[in-house]
């Protein structure tokens, strides 16, 4: 008999037995009880709002899409793309001027760039946070990203992009907003490190913002557009030229990954197993030993490593993990399992403010207790939300290779 | 990626046996395709509670020997079985899990329904009565708190009420908790025990039930209490001086239980084990009876190496088992499963009757291999409810199999090696 | 019994606590009757809740039966009207498979019109966009004004409209005899099963609309009625597939109908004959689990990857012509035996045959003859007076009106219990707390249930309130409901077994089609309330007063 044999409904709702373990494991329930709970938002709600859409709820929009409930679910139910599908199906509510604004990190972040100093300091003013805060709703604690006064895209193409054919093998680097117009040493550093491994690293091309930002701020046409855009792009790379895509970013990985297809509807199947984050495609390398590490022998830090929620999500958090302990002079701790509140943009809206702190404090507690040299993270807002509430810095897994690397000796090693 | 041992299964079996291997020096890696059933724990581990026949078991390590041949406890040994238990006490205090009981010897516990259950051991505060007949206490104050919907004092102060003991109900309102009760379905006892682990609430807690207590000389609280913090339970306990305190389970999610896996989880971790959660093994390449390497749907390409291989995926819940209208079948490695072919012969009709489809499961050779077409796969194990054999719900065996297995796979392993 | 026996004098008392029971019982209170009701075990539990719940619109019996078809399709457009928040008005398509005959869909038009049912010949594709879980094969598709009906808030809405007129309902009530004086039936000796006391009560006359076991009923009378059980059976799947009613156009056969209703959708039936002593246990075989599946894939290919929560069966009860006791001239329609003309006794009535739709039809009939025979000159308003919870003109006001943040429990019981919504309390946190969290049952929900709704057990209070109806079938809100049952009934040792006794029920649907999913919700369930609780068959239901229901 062929029937039942594949039981399977729209993201999983269906395959829910209510055992109640993604509610053990949300972040938000414990701090915000406006928000109803991974199982009431996602599958028990899907069954209602199937029944009628009246039962949809704008409260859906406390979920921080941090997919815990979805690595926790025994069932193989994806909560949090059950509750995002919602929201896209059934919320009326237009997303604010801020939210656009907190949004559209590609645009805000072009214009930015260009006034980066004055924007940087306008925005540490007392009375432009007072501003924001009462206006435009974002919370006054909350400490700005800097702005670059250049972008990553103009260093690569004065410093970088002449070299990039010299090299025996090649990727197509994702760098995201964040590198391009908050953080270009990020990509500064991936570029160094990749070709000490060998390869050339290369622009897609006009890159857009992967979206995640868009989704969670209900603006899902141009969520799409920007998808439909980047696999396009994908393909080029993967198909035409044969490049595999690289990101840094943990966030845009699993964005352009899983949520294309989960949330958006847009097919990226021929690329998916192509599109790698940096940590993951460097580990691959070393696993078939296609590349060699040479570190410096003069490197030393204590490192206290936190998982990003999207990063544990991708399951990916293990090859982070074990090039840092492949560093000699590294001495590692395993930060616990906890979201840092931040969630994107989520953080940075006035009305989440309090709630996002109290979700990220059991992961400050501990941080602080360990009293690391530096934090490393995949992912460049929790980064802002560490830095931000904690005194320690935060590294990206790839700037500590580019410290902890003997760069010469690697390339010579991969030449 | 290559390990010495990889676990598929990261419920209490495969952390057992991740555990045990990492002590011994392996290189192990868990896979968990989510949490596990720790999760709904009554708070005790069951070893033996009665016979397949029926029979009520009061020393469960003598009780062993008379068990049928493909039994798990039988294909692990009579004298592995004594041994284990015996050193189950040590094995979970180094992982800073006290149990409380005796290796040879089944006590009571009293459920939530306000049963006695027979049990083995029990996590921590749980009281063990000694059999279920005497009476806990004389006078007992049942204390809920507002609005917990899944602790019914009715049930539990029926059942001591049975036994003779004067009980009387009561809840104690903590504002701290207010906020929970403002969403209607997150009361649940995890979300209590994390607002509860604040030591300065678990002190109003306390201070209200000493207002509430008259002369009792027992109280008998929920078990939300010690999530991740232990030191609130023990404050209870002293704070609360000469009267005997009891906890007793809530509905699911299990406060003990999780905190159990988080523990195990933890000491894993920290002796260097790896754990995958979320992430499910998809593809297996098995070759002459051996397990070549594995795949999993997040390593995608990259493909899972080890010299051992153990199976500690569980039963139908977490999909160790599959059912289909038609047949029941092993996902991971296709193995040989023990159950009959007609979908009317796993069940009884009547729910509370022995449920056959709760003994389907793998076999195994007396090396713990399971088979696939006919044949034993020589490096790889099986442990935990994937196991066929035994009902662990009729005879109560569920931990016993599941600690047991995976101490018996680890020495196998590690006895192979050396 | 020794005691003195009570001499209670009633106009009617009616036997049998179904639709047609209940609506008999409020059309005769209306009229102004002193009525009292007896069932022997809770309102709904025979055919009345072991059916589709489907609204019809007469259009399946539209080509063999145009008089069904005309009584459908008016009590269609009142039930519209009286019992607005027990109906959804869904329509329905009767579409034409590749391997069905075309020719028949003109036929079915034409005897559809005949019959006063509006029906439309519909575009296939555009039936498939109005209802894509359709099959896509489709060659033709009719729409027709079908729709879903709730029998267990449509039968509650009749108790409660009778009690507001001053009837006495009296449920876990059986028959044990009727008293005779002379030729004339006069009262009933009924055994309370909570109490187990035997009682006598009067009346002038007495209906036997005990549906299937009318035939037992009228036996006990002395009189015959030739019935023939045809079991039929269904399957839940855990949500709605469809919103929109889905039939084969084609002779009526099994598996040609899937209905959508509240939460989840159900295909069905099968039929069978069977013995009329096995109609109290009707368990689903495999093999009509098998053939409603296939069947139902036809209609809708996403049922063979849908999760099956339940499966259920009910007897119809089929009445041989008084002139064919062989069972070959079947009826479908309304049969009203006055048994003093038929039988010589006088003051007893039979309703029986008919349909969940024609429920008030019957009602209205066997109301008129007694008014006859009493001389009573009242018209009948059944037809045009909305049942309480229908009677507030926008059901959205009422959720307005209840100011909080989790407004979905409200909405929810909203729907379940339309305008009779407004009584329940939900003014603070712990009544809106969820009982029963895959159908949104709060608190406050389950006390005006148990409160006002004559519950008596935890089955009972599933079928006021949809409490373990969703897809983990009590194993998160039984727990939680016997609390307060244990509570309101001060008696925690009958609510352990009802507990018992209730999940028991849940299990006997679930067997069936227990794989996938719904054996891990079992396996689940299990360890929750065998392992953890302890619960166990030894304490169940061998010394509850209460009888156990064999009903899904």
């Known amino acids: ?415 | 990626m290559k390990f010495d041992t990889i676990i598929i299964g990261g419920g209490l079996s495969g952390l057992v046996c991740g555990i045990s291997l990492q002590k011994k020096g392996k290189r192990t890696l868990i896979i968990s395709s989510g949490q596990s059933a720790l999760h709904f724990s009554s708070g005790s581990f069951d070893f033996l509670d009665r016979m397949p026949d029926g029979t009520p078991v009061e020393n469960p390590i003598e009780a062993v020997s008379k068990l049928p041949a493909g039994h798990p406890y039988s294909v692990i040994g009579r004298e592995n079985v004594a041994a284990y238990a015996g050193n189950t006490k040590r094995f979970f205090e180094e992982c800073g899990v006290t149990l409380s009981g005796d290796p040879d010897r089944n006590r009571f516990r009293i459920t939530p329904a306000g049963v006695f259950k027979r049990t083995w051991m029990s996590i921590g505060d749980f009281a063990l009565a000694d059999s279920d007949r005497e009476k806990i206490g004389e006078r007992i104050l049942i204390v809920n708190i507002l609005g917990f919907l899944d602790f019914n004092t009715a049930f539990i102060a029926e059942g001591l009420e049975n036994l003779g003991s004067q009980c009387r109900c009561t809840a104690v309102k903590i504002d701290e908790l207010e906020h929970l009760r403002k969403n209607p379905s997150e009361m649940r006892a995890t979300n209590i025990a994390r607002v509860l682990d604040r030591q300065e609430v678990t002190d109003k807690f306390i201070a209200e039930v000493k207002a509430a207590l008259k002369d009792e000389d027992t109280i008998v609280l929920p078990a939300v209490f010690g999530l991740k913090n232990k030191s609130v339970t023990d404050s209870i306990k002293s704070s609360l001086g000469d009267r005997k305190v009891v906890f007793i389970a809530t509905m699911p999610p299990s406060v003990p239980g999780i905190r159990t896996q988080l523990q195990l989880r933890s000491v894993y971790e920290h002796s260097g084990g790896e754990y995958l959660i979320g992430d499910t093994v998809d593809k297996a390449v098995v070759s002459k009876n051996s397990v070549m390497s594995i795949g999993t749907v997040n390593f995608g390409d990259m493909s899972l190496e080890a010299d051992s291989y153990v199976l500690a995926s569980g039963s139908f819940f977490s999909k160790g088992l599959v059912a289909l209208p038609d047949r029941i079948f092993e996902p991971v490695f296709g193995l040989d499963v023990d159950c009959p072919a007609e979908r009317k012969d796993w069940y009884s009709t009547q729910l509370f009757d022995r449920q056959e489809y709760v003994s389907f499961g793998v076999r195994t050779d007396a090396g713990l291999h399971p088979f696939k077409s006919g044949e034993p796969v020589m490096n790889l194990y099986a442990a935990g409810s994937v196991l066929s054999g035994c009902n662990s719900l009729y005879e109560g065996c569920g931990a016993g199999v599941s600690i047991f297995s995976a101490m018996r796979v680890a020495d196998l392993i590690s006895n192979k090696e050396e | 019994m020794n005691e003195p026996e009570k001499k209670t004098e009633y106009d009617v008392i009616i036997i049998g606590g179904g639709a047609t029971g209940a609506g008999t019982a409020r059309d005769c209170a209306l009229r102004g009757l002193k009525v009292l009701l007896i069932e022997r075990h809770d309102i709904a539990t025979g055919a009345t809740g072991r059916n589709h719940g489907l609204l019809h619109s007469g259009a399946r019996y539209a080509v063999t039966d145009q008089e069904s078809a005309q009584e459908c399709i008016k009590e269609n457009m009142i039930l519209k009207k009286i019992a607005r928040h027990c109906v959804e008005e869904t329509d329905g398509f009767f579409l034409t498979l590749p391997e069905d005959d075309l020719g028949y869909q003109a036929k079915f038009v034409e005897s559809c019109r005949a019959a006063g049912i509006d029906a439309k010949i519909v575009d296939p594709e555009e039936a498939l966009r109005l209802e894509p879980s359709a099959n896509p094969d489709i060659i033709g598709a009719v729409r027709v004004p079908d729709g879903s009906v709730d029998p267990f808030r449509l039968t509650s809405a009749n108790i409660i409209d009778a009690k507001l007129h001053g009837a006495r309902i009296l449920v876990y009530h059986e028959l044990v005899d009727f008293i005779f004086e002379a030729d004339r039936m006069t009262g009933v000796k009924v055994l309370d099963h909570v109490s187990g006391e035997i009682s006598s009560y009067y009346a002038r006359f007495i209906v036997n609309a005990g549906g299937i076991w009318g035939a037992g009923i009228a036996k006990k009378a002395g009189a015959t009625v030739n019935m023939f059980p045809a079991k039929g059976s269904l399957l839940i799947f855990g949500h709605r597939v469809n919103n929109i009613v889905l039939n084969r156009c084609r002779k009526p056969a099994n598996a040609d109908i899937l209905v959508p209703g509240d939460t989840i959708c159900v295909i069905g039936t099968t039929s069978t004959r069977v013995p009329y002593d096995e109609i109290d246990d009707m368990r689903v075989t495999p093999d009509e689990v098998d053939l409603l599946l296939s069947e139902g894939m036809k209609l809708s290919p996403q049922l063979a990857v849908t999760r099956i929560i339940r499966a259920y069966a009910g007897v119809r009860p089929l009445v041989a012509m008084d002139d064919d006791p062989s069972g070959r001239n079947i009826s479908r329609g309304i049969v009203l035996l006055d048994h003093e003309e038929r039988d010589g006794i006088k003051g007893f009535i039979t309703i029986t045959g008919g349909k969940l739709m024609t429920y008030r039809l019957m009602a209205e009939w066997t109301t008129d003859l007694i008014c006859r025979k009493l001389g009573i000159d009242k018209p009948c308003v059944t037809a045009t007076l909305p049942l309480p919870g229908s009677r507030s003109d926008r059901m959205e006001d009422i959720s307005g009106k209840i100011s909080s943040v989790h407004l979905n429990p409200v909405k929810a019981s909203v729907g379940r219990h339309g305008d009779l919504a407004g009584q329940i309390a939900h003014k603070d946190d712990y009544d809106l707390s969820l009982v029963c969290e895959c159908e949104d049952v709060s608190v406050g929900e389950v006390s005006y249930a148990i409160d006002n709704l004559d519950v008596n057990n935890l089955v009972d209070l599933r079928r006021r309130t949809r409490v373990g109806m969703g897809t983990c079938q009590g194993e998160l809100c039984a727990c939680r409901a016997a609390g307060m049952l244990a509570h309101a009934k001060e008696c925690a040792r009958d609510a352990r077994k009802d507990l018992v006794n209730f999940m028991n029920e849940r299990w006997k649907g679930m067997y069936p089609v227990s794989w996938g999913e719904t054996l891990r919700e079992n396996e689940y369930t299990l360890w929750v309330y065998a392992g953890v609780c302890g619960l166990t068959a030894e304490k169940s239901e061998k010394d509850s007063k209460v009888p156990e229901t064999k009903e899904d």
């Not at chain 1, 604690?141 to 090299?167: I, L, M, V």
């Not at chain 1, 599109?275 to 206290?304: P, S």
């Not at chain 1, 560093?327 to 590692?332: A, K, R, S, Y």
């Not at chain 1, 404090?361 to 993270?377: E, R, W």
Request: glycine share 8%.
């Open chain 1, 1 to 415: 008999m062929k029937m039942q044999e594949n039981n399977i409904s729209a993201n999983g709702f269906e395959q829910c037995i209510k055992c109640t373990v993604c509610t053990v494991y949300c972040p938000v329930v414990p701090v915000n009880p406006l928000y109803p709970g991974p199982k009431q938002a996602g599958p028990d709600g899907e069954r209602l709002r199937l029944k009628k859409g009246v039962f949809f709820d704008e409260s859906l929009k406390y979920c921080l899409n941090c997919k815990r409930c979805e690595v926790a679910c025994p069932s193989g139910v994806r909560i949090g793309d059950i509750i995002q599908s919602a929201r896209i199906k059934y919320s009326r509510h237009s997303p604010s001027l801020r939210d656009m604004i907190l949004a559209s990190t590609d645009l805000v972040g072009s214009t930015a760039t260009i006034a980066a100093p004055i924007v940087n300091s306008v925005v540490r003013l007392k009375p432009v946070k007072a501003v924001m805060d009462g206006v435009m709703k974002i919370d006054k604690h909350r400490t700005f990203p800097e702005y670059a006064s250049r972008t990553f895209e103009s260093w690569y193409r004065k410093h970088a992009r002449a070299s990039q054919d010299g090299y025996r093998n090649h990727l197509s680097y994702f760098h995201g907003c964040y590198v391009n117009y908050n953080f270009p040493k990020l990509g500064i550093d991936f570029v160094k490190v990749m070709n000490a491994l060998g390869y050339g690293v290369h622009l897609l091309g006009g890159e857009k913002c992967c979206g995640v930002a868009l989704i969670s701020n209900g603006m899902i046409n141009s969520a799409k557009k920007n998808a439909a855009h980047n696999v396009g792009l994908f393909k080029e790379s993967v198909e035409n030229r044969k490049y595999p895509v690289v990101a840094t970013s943990s966030t845009c990985t699993f964005t352009v990954r899983d949520e294309y297809p989960h949330l958006l509807g847009v097919d990226n199947s021929s690329v998916r197993d192509n599109i790698f984050l940096a940590t993951r495609f460097i580990y691959g390398l070393i696993d078939e030993g296609k590349v060699k590490l040479v570190f410096r022998k003069d490197y030393g830090r204590k490192i206290a490593y936190h998982t990003p929620c999207h990063l544990e999500k991708l399951g990916w958090g293990i090859f982070s993990t074990s090039l840092m302990k492949m560093i000699p002079g590294v001495t590692f701790s395993m930060l616990d399992s906890n979201c840092c509140g931040i969630a994107g943009t989520y953080g940075f809206k006035k009305e989440n403010y309090q709630v996002s702190q109290a979700i990220g404090k059991p992961l400050f507690d501990q941080i602080c207790s360990i009293a690391p040299d530096v934090v490393v993270t995949d992912c460049e807002t929790c980064k802002w939300q560490i830095e931000m509430s904690t005194p320690f810095k935060v590294m990206h897994p790839v700037s500590i290779l580019a410290e902890a690397l003997d760069l010469e000796a690697t390339a010579a090693a991969n030449r």
